[in-house]
C-alpha cells in the first residue's frame, strides 16, 4: 500500500479541460508527528491517501483542483506548497468545471495570465470563424470588420496589392519611404481572420495605424459615421496604386436631385455621390417604404417657399425629387434610428418595426439604368443594442463563401473533451450552451438551483458574466421560450425537445447523431448565417433576422450585394493570400500550438510524495510514522498520464520494492486499520488540560464522534472512559466560558459540533472527590493559553510552547519562559515582544501590564530578546528618515517634548546639522501631520507606544510663523537706475537665491517686503514702492501680491511658499485691474521669439480680447488688424488664439456681451505668456502658428508619454478583464468625440 500526497500547480487555463470534484471513496486520515504534544502539520493541514483500481484513468480526473497547504512534514519544516492539490477527485462524476473563459461583458479577452503564466489563445470555436476581441469599446470596429473580411470582392482586392504598391512594415520607419501602412494592417488582419488558428485575434496594429494614441479604443462610437471615415482612409491610403478605385467601384452610387419647373418645364438637376443610403425609420414600415419615400415621393414648392427658374428668371411653382442614377455593386443602407424630440431637448433611439428583405429589387426607385442589374441579396445586418448614450454592435454576416461551420441553431453545440469525453465547460462561451449543458441532466431545475450549479461549474456566477448583455437569468429564459419551458408557479425551468451536440471542434463531424425530432435541412453552402459577437461566433437561422426588425436590439446597418457578383462560394478563399502573409499567420500558428503545448505541460504537471505504507501505524485515531527515520519519495508527473503510467513510474524510480499491490484495495489499511475516507475525516488540533493540569496538544479527525474521542482520551490519558469528563472551554470577550460535553452528546461528531482546530478542551476524572477537585480548578484550567516562544538571545535560536494563565502579566510570562532557558537574566537584559503574523514585530511590553491588555492570547508568537523593557512612563518609538533607507527604535519617557525627541533621533541616526524636523506617519508608513509645537509633549501630541516618525529635512519655524524661500529674479525693466543695476548679486541673468525668511503669519505685505530690504544683497533697494513680490509656481512666475491689507495667513501663504522678488526701476502699487503679463514678439519667418518683455494691462477699460489687440497695438505700433495674439500654456507646450469667437459668453445674457478674456478657456492672469506677430508679414504661414522648436519638442515628449501610459492601461485593462465588465452597454451620457484616422500623404 502506498500513499500519495500531491503538492503542484492547479488548472486555471481557459481553454484546457478537467476541473475540481467531489470527494467520494478516498481515504482520508489524521497524521501523528513524534512529538506528541505538537500537531505534524499545523491547524490547517490536510493529508490525502487514496487506492484507484482501474490503470486506464487518466490522472486529471483524480487529481485535480483540490488545493491544500501543507506547512509540515512528519515532523520536518517545510515552506508551505503554493497551490499544492490533494490527489483526490471525484471519480466517478460525469462533469467537471474550470474557472469561467469570459470576462463580464462576455468576450473572452485576447488571452490573460495565469498562476503559470500567460494563457496562450483558444482554438477556433466550433464555427470555424476567428473573432475579433474587444479592446474596450471597438465592437463598433469588429462588426464593420467582419463585414468587410466577409465580402468577397473587398477582402480580394485587398489581398491583390503587392509589397510593390504598398511597400513593407520593415521600412516604416526609413526617411523618404511611402509605406501605405492602413491597406498592410487591413491585409494581415484579413488573413489571421482567415488562418490562425484562434478563437479570436487583435486590431492593436490597425488601430495604431489609425494614429489612435490617446485611449480612442476605449470611446464608443458609430459604426455609420466610421464606415464613411474608414472609407476615405482607404481611399487616401491607395492613392497611386493599383487599388486608388476600390471603394469607389465596389461602393460608390449617384444620386440625382431634380427640381422641374412648372411654368417652363425646365429641370435642373444636381448629381450627389454616395456610399451609403441614408433612410429615416421614423414612421416607416419598412425598407421599401423608407426607399419610395426618398426615392419617389416629390415635394412641390410653392407659396412661401417658391423655386426661383434661371429661365424664368423669378419665383415660381416647382417639384422637387431625388433619384438614383448609378448603383454601386455592394449597397448599404444606414438605418436612422436616432432622433431628437424638440420639447424634451434630448436624443432617443426608434424601436419601431423597420422590415427588410433579404432580397430587394432597387429598379423602381432609380433612372433607367439601361440593362444594369438592379437585384441585390443581403449578407450582412450590423445590430446596435442599447439607447443613444451607449450600447453595443454585433452583426449578422452570411457566409458567401462558406467558410464556416454552420449547426441549426437550435441543436445546441456542446464541446466535450476529447480526452476524458466529460462536457468542457470552459469552452460554453454561449449561455444557451452552458444552460442547454446543464438542464441536459435532469427533467427540471428551480431557477435558483440553476443559478448554483453554474457557479458550480464555471467558477463565475451569472450575473457577473452574463448579466450585461443577456440580462437577468428570468429574461434571458423567458426570451428563448422555444428552448426552455418556466414554470413562475413552481419557479422550474426544463428543456423542451432539442437536439443536443456533443463536438470537439466541429458539428458536422457528429451529423450522424439521431435526433429527437426532424430538423429542416442545412442551408445551401453560400446561404449560411453567423452572429459575429466581438471574438464570438456562431451559427443562427436566416430566420433570426426577423428579431432585429425592432427593439432595443435591432438591425442599424444593412449590405446588399449585387447578383451580376461572380459567385465565389465554391473557390477557395486562400488562393488570393499573398504568400508572404500565409507564412506569416503559419509562423503564428505553430508558435501558438508551441504555447499551449507548454501551457498544458505547464498546468498538468504535478508534485507527488510517494509515502510506504509499511512505515506508518494506526493509534488513537491517527496515522503515525514509526520512527523518524521514515522518508518519501519525491515524485514529478504530468497530469494527464494514466495511472498505469503513474505505476510504471514509480517502479522505475526503484521505490516497487517497498510497494505493495496498492491497485488492488478499496481503501487505505494500515495495521488492519481501515483510514476512513473524505474531506469529513480532516485533522484538527486541540489543546488538551489533563487532570494534573499539564496540556497536551493532540490531533484528532474531525468526523469522530464525542464518544469515540472518549475512546481515544482512554488510551492517550489512562482514564477509563466512562470516568472521563470532557469540558469545551469557549471565550466570550476576555472570559473564558466552560460547557461541559454531557452523555446525550456521545454520538455527536466533531464537525457536527463546530469544533474548529486550535480549540481548548479539558479532560477530567469524574473519580475524583470534590474536595480532591476545588471549584476554581475548571475555570482556572479555562484560563490556561498556550503561546510559542521564539527564542532569540542566544546564538541558536529556539522555538517552545509555554502555556500560562490567561490573567497573568507579561513579567509571569516572562518568569515562566525564563525557567525553560540556559541562561541567566541576572546577567544579561531581555525583554519579550509580539511577533504578528501581517504586522511583523511588535514594540516591546511594557512588563506590569497583562496578557490580554497587550493582546497576547492563544497561539500567539512571543519573541524573547536581548534588551532592556520599557517602564510604564516610556514609549517605544521607531525613527525613520527621509534621506535614509535605515531606521532605529527608540525607548524615551512619554513627558519628553517633541524637541527633546527629536534631538535623541538626530543623535541616533547620525544625521548632520539641526535643521530637521519630525512628522507622524500614517498607517502605510506616509509622512503625515508635522509635530510643529516643539515644546508640546509625546502624549499632548497623541503620539504612541509603537508609532514611527520621520523625520524631514528643513528647520520648523516658531509657533505662527512661516519660512518663505526668497528667490530674485533679473527684470525685463531697461530704465533700472546704476545703483541697482550695479547690484553684484544682480549683474546674472538667471534667477538667485537669497535664502529663507521667517515672519509671522500675521503680517502684511509691507512687513515683508520691509524684511527683504534688510537683507544684505538688497540693501541699496530705495522703497517698498521699488520691490515686486511675486509668488512662484512650477519655478515660474505667477501671481503679484498686491497690498490689499491682507495678512500672509488671509494670502494662504505657508512654510514652504516660493517667493520671486524683483527691483524695479519706479514704485509700483498695482491694484486688482492689472495685470502683469510677459509679451513676446515672434521672429518673422522663425520658430522662436524676441526676449520677452514685461507689459502690465488695466482691465478696468476693457476684459474682451478686442480691448487687448487695441491695447497692443498702441504698446508695439502694429496695426490693429495685423496683430495676432496667442496665449502660451508652458505645461502643455501649446499656444491658444486670442480671438472673440474662442471666448465663452453667458447663454442666459438677452443683450450679446463681449468675452471676458479673465474666463475660460484663457483665464488670464499675472505671469502669463503672451505671444504677439504681425500676420502682414507672415505670409504664408497659418495665423493659428505661434510654436516654437521647444513646443515641438515637448509635444513629441508629452505624446510618447501618453502612449506608453495608453499601453500600461490597456495591459491593465487586459488583467482585469475577467473582473471588471468592459465593452458592453453603459449608462449615461459620455461625452461625443468624432472619430480620427490619420493617413499620410501619398498625391505626390
Request: net charge negative; glycine share 8%; charged share 25%.
Amino acid at each position: 500500500m502506498a500513499v500519495l500526497k500531491s503538492g503542484a500547480g492547479k488548472c486555471n487555463g481557459r481553454w484546457s479541460g478537467g476541473g475540481s470534484r467531489d470527494v467520494h471513496g478516498h481515504c482520508f486520515a489524521c497524521i501523528e508527528a513524534h512529538a506528541p504534544n505538537v500537531s505534524p502539520f499545523g491547524y490547517n493541514s490536510q493529508v490525502f491517501f487514496d487506492c484507484w483500481a482501474d490503470e486506464s484513468w487518466v490522472l486529471p480526473s483524480a487529481i485535480q483542483h483540490r488545493v491544500i497547504y501543507v506547512n509540515e512534514c512528519f515532523g520536518t519544516v517545510r515552506k508551505p506548497l503554493q497551490a499544492a492539490m490533494s490527489i483526490f477527485g471525484d471519480l466517478f462524476a460525469e462533469g467537471n468545471s474550470g474557472a469561467g473563459s469570459s470576462s463580464p461583458d462576455g468576450d473572452p479577452g485576447p488571452g490573460g495570465s495565469g498562476a503559470n503564466g500567460p494563457v496562450p489563445l483558444a482554438p477556433r470555436l466550433p464555427s470555424n470563424f476567428c473573432g475579433i476581441f474587444n479592446q474596450g469599446a471597438t465592437c463598433y470596429l469588429n462588426s464593420l470588420l467582419q463585414t468587410l473580411f466577409m465580402t468577397p470582392d473587398f477582402r480580394a482586392a485587398i489581398f491583390s496589392l503587392g509589397s510593390q504598391e504598398l511597400g513593407r512594415l520593415s521600412e516604416k520607419e526609413t526617411s523618404g519611404s511611402k509605406v501605405r501602412v492602413i491597406p498592410i494592417q487591413l491585409q494581415r488582419l484579413f488573413a489571421r481572420l482567415l488562418l490562425l488558428d484562434a478563437q479570436g485575434t487583435n486590431t492593436t496594429e490597425l488601430t495604431d495605424s489609425f494614429g489612435w494614441t490617446n485611449s480612442e479604443e476605449m470611446q464608443q462610437h458609430d459604426v455609420q459615421e466610421l464606415n464613411r471615415i474608414l472609407f476615405c482612409a482607404i481611399e487616401d491610403s491607395l492613392v497611386g496604386t493599383s487599388g486608388q478605385n476600390l471603394i469607389r467601384n465596389l461602393y460608390q452610387g449617384v444620386i440625382v436631385n431634380q427640381t422641374k419647373c412648372e411654368t417652363c418645364g425646365r429641370i435642373s438637376e444636381r448629381e450627389e455621390d454616395f456610399r451609403d443610403l441614408c433612410l429615416t425609420v421614423a414612421g416607416m414600415s419598412g425598407l421599401a417604404d423608407a426607399l419610395s419615400f426618398s426615392y419617389l415621393e416629390t415635394e412641390r414648392l410653392c407659396g412661401n417657399n417658391q423655386y426661383r427658374c434661371d429661365n424664368c428668371d423669378k419665383l415660381v411653382d416647382a417639384v422637387k425629387g431625388a433619384r438614383i442614377r448609378s448603383l454601386p455593386k455592394i449597397l448599404t443602407m444606414s438605418l436612422l434610428r436616432f432622433s431628437f424630440n424638440m420639447k424634451t431637448f434630448e436624443r432617443y433611439k426608434e424601436t419601431g418595426k423597420f422590415v427588410f428583405p433579404t432580397e430587394i429589387d432597387m429598379a423602381p426607385f432609380c433612372e433607367y439604368l439601361g440593362g444594369v442589374c438592379t437585384e441585390y441579396e443581403l449578407y450582412s445586418v450590423v445590430i446596435h443594442s442599447g439607447s443613444t448614450h451607449g450600447g453595443h454592435y454585433r452583426a449578422y454576416i452570411r457566409d458567401i463563401d462558406s467558410i464556416g461551420f454552420w449547426s441549426h441553431s437550435d441543436s445546441i453545440v456542446i464541446p466535450k473533451d476529447p480526452k476524458t469525453g466529460e462536457v468542457d465547460f470552459i469552452q460554453l462561451d454561449s449561455p444557451l450552451e452552458l444552460v442547454h449543458a446543464i438542464l441536459g441532466k435532469v427533467e427540471s431545475m428551480n431557477i435558483d438551483k440553476l443559478c448554483g450549479e453554474i457557479t458550480k461549474e464555471t467558477g463565475v456566477s451569472w450575473n457577473k458574466r452574463f448579466k450585461r448583455n443577456y440580462g437577468p437569468i428570468t429574461k434571458f429564459i423567458c426570451k428563448y421560450d422555444d428552448q426552455f419551458t418556466f414554470d413562475p408557479t413552481t419557479n422550474k425551468v426544463s428543456l423542451k425537445t432539442t437536439r443536443l451536440i456533443k463536438s470537439e471542434r466541429a458539428p458536422e463531424q457528429n451529423s450522424g447523431q439521431n435526433s429527437e425530432r426532424s430538423f429542416s435541412p442545412c442551408p445551401e453552402p453560400g446561404k449560411c448565417w453567423f452572429n459575429f459577437d466581438d471574438s464570438r461566433v456562431f451559427p443562427v437561422k436566416e430566420t433570426d433576422l426577423e428579431k432585429q426588425f425592432c427593439g432595443k436590439e435591432s438591425a442599424y446597418m444593412l449590405f446588399y450585394r449585387s447578383k451580376d457578383l461572380t459567385q465565389t462560394a465554391n473557390e477557395n478563399p486562400l488562393q488570393a493570400v499573398p504568400l508572404w502573409l500565409l507564412e506569416e499567420v503559419q509562423e503564428a500558428n505553430i508558435s501558438l500550438e508551441k504555447q499551449r503545448v507548454e501551457y498544458e505541460l505547464a498546468i498538468n504537471t504535478t508534485h507527488l510524495q510517494i509515502h510506504y505504507a509499511g512505515l506508518y501505524t494506526y493509534r488513537h485515531g491517527n496515522l503515525c510514522p514509526k520512527d523518524e527515520s521514515c522518508s518519501f519519495l519525491p515524485l514529478t508527473i504530468d497530469l494527464r498520464k494514466s495511472l498505469g503510467e503513474l505505476r510504471a513510474e514509480i517502479r522505475e524510480a526503484r521505490f516497487s520494492s517497498l510497494l505493495f499491490d496498492f491497485m488492488s484495495f478499496d481503501l487505505l489499511t494500515v495495521e488492519g486499520h481501515a483510514i476512513e475516507a473524505g474531506s469529513a475525516s480532516q485533522p484538527i488540533s486541540l489543546q488538551l488540560t489533563l487532570v494534573d493540569g499539564s496540556i497536551l496538544q493532540h490531533a484528532f479527525g474531525k468526523n469522530i464522534s464525542i464518544r469515540e474521542l472518549r475512546s481515544s482520551l482512554e488510551v492517550i490519558c489512562g482514564i477509563p472512559r466512562e470516568s472521563i469528563q470532557l469540558f469545551r472551554v469557549s471565550c466570550k470577550g476576555d472570559e473564558s466560558v466552560v460547557n461541559e460535553m454531557r452523555s446525550e452528546l456521545d454520538d455527536r461528531s466533531l464537525t457536527d459540533l463546530g469544533v474548529e482546530s486550535g480549540e481548548h478542551w479539558i479532560v477530567d476524572d469524574c473519580r475524583c472527590s470534590e474536595s480532591d477537585l476545588p471549584s476554581t480548578s475548571l475555570a482556572e484550567k479555562a484560563n490556561i493559553i498556550a503561546v510559542m516562544v521564539h527564542n532569540r538571545c542566544g546564538d541558536q535560536w529556539s522555538r517552545f510552547p509555554v502555556h500560562v494563565e490567561k490573567i497573568a502579566s507579561v513579567a509571569e510570562l516572562k518568569a515562566v519562559i525564563l525557567s525553560q532557558v540556559s541562561f541567566h537574566s541576572e546577567v544579561v537584559e531581555c525583554r519579550l515582544r509580539v511577533e504578528d503574523d501581517s504586522l511583523g514585530l511588535q514594540p516591546p511590553l511594557h512588563e506590569d501590564l497583562s496578557l490580554v491588555s497587550c493582546g497576547v492570547s492563544q497561539g500567539s508568537l512571543v519573541v524573547l530578546e536581548l534588551g532592556q523593557a520599557p517602564r510604564s512612563s516610556e514609549v517605544t518609538l521607531k525613527f525613520s528618515c527621509s534621506d535614509l533607507d535605515e531606521s532605529v527604535e527608540v525607548i524615551i519617557d512619554i513627558g519628553a517634548t517633541v524637541s527633546a525627541c527629536l534631538t535623541v533621533a538626530i543623535n541616533r541616526l547620525q544625521l548632520q546639522g539641526d535643521d530637521w524636523h519630525v512628522r507622524k506617519t500614517n498607517w502605510c508608513g506616509e509622512a503625515g501631520t508635522i509635530l510643529d509645537d516643539l515644546d508640546m509633549t509625546l502624549s499632548q501630541s497623541a503620539v504612541g507606544d509603537g508609532d514611527t516618525l520621520l523625520l524631514q529635512k528643513g528647520k520648523l519655524p516658531p509657533k505662527g510663523h512661516v519660512n518663505l524661500q526668497l528667490f530674485l529674479y533679473p527684470s525685463t525693466d531697461s530704465s533700472l537706475t546704476e545703483d541697482i543695476k550695479n547690484l553684484s548679486i544682480h549683474r546674472s541673468s538667471e534667477v538667485t537665491p537669497l535664502g529663507d525668511l521667517i515672519i509671522a503669519k500675521s503680517a502684511r505685505l509691507d512687513d515683508l517686503k520691509g524684511q527683504i530690504m534688510s537683507l544684505p544683497a538688497l540693501a541699496q533697494v530705495l522703497t517698498l514702492g521699488h520691490l515686486r513680490v511675486r509668488l512662484m509656481e512650477a519655478n515660474r512666475l505667477s501671481s503679484v501680491l498686491r497690498n490689499t491689507g491682507q495678512t500672509l495667513q488671509r494670502m494662504k501663504l505657508v512654510s514652504g511658499t516660493k517667493i520671486a522678488v524683483q527691483v524695479l526701476s519706479q514704485e509700483e502699487n498695482l491694484n486688482v485691474n492689472q495685470i502683469v503679463l510677459s509679451v513676446r514678439l515672434k521672429v518673422i519667418g522663425q520658430k522662436a521669439y524676441l526676449p520677452a518683455q514685461e507689459f502690465i494691462w488695466d482691465d478696468s477699460k476693457g476684459l474682451s480680447p478686442s480691448a487687448l489687440r487695441h491695447r497692443m497695438a498702441e504698446w508695439t505700433g502694429l496695426s490693429v488688424a495685423s496683430i495676432g495674439m496667442a496665449k502660451h500654456f508652458p505645461a502643455k507646450h501649446d499656444w491658444l488664439v486670442i480671438q472673440e469667437s474662442a471666448v465663452k459668453t453667458s447663454k442666459s445674457s438677452k443683450a450679446k456681451k463681449k468675452g471676458n478674456l479673465k474666463h475660460a478657456p484663457f483665464h488670464l492672469a499675472d505671469g502669463d505668456t503672451i505671444g504677439i506677430k504681425d500676420l502682414s508679414l507672415e505670409k504664408g504661414c497659418l495665423a493659428s502658428d505661434f510654436c516654437t522648436e521647444e513646443d515641438e519638442v515637448g509635444k513629441k515628449k508629452m505624446e510618447k508619454e501618453a502612449e506608453e501610459k495608453r499601453k500600461t492601461r490597456e495591459e491593465q485593462r487586459r488583467h482585469l478583464a475577467s473582473m471588471d465588465g468592459i465593452g458592453g452597454a453603459t449608462k449615461g451620457s459620455r461625452p461625443e468625440v468624432g472619430i480620427k484616422i490619420h493617413v499620410a500623404d501619398f498625391t505626390s
